[in-house]
């Protein structure tokens, strides 16, 4: 895992299009955690704050 945050590895829009395919179920989660470069926790919860506010998702 890298140890530079995600808004400085991934533009907002990379991050979404990633979330996006894991909702849709066309990668798994396993593949979009390696591809954000997060662990479990980091990425569920990433995950729940998309999913809650998606007009409003910020990764800064």
């Known amino acids: ?3 530079q945050q995600i808004h400085k590895r ?3 829009d990379q991050v ?3 979330l996006e ?3 849709a179920k066309e ?3 396993k ?3 390696e591809k954000l470069e997060l662990k479990k926790s980091q990425f569920f919860e990433l995950v729940s704050r998309y999913k809650n506010n998606s ?3 910020s990764i800064d």
């Open 55 to 57: 007009k409003e998702f």
């Open 27 to 29: 990668i798994s989660a």
């Open 10 to 12: 991934l533009t907002k």
């Open 21 to 23: 395919n894991y909702l």
């Open 1 to 3: 895992m890298s140890n």
């Open 16 to 18: 979404i299009v990633i």
């Open 31 to 33: 593949e979009a955690r």
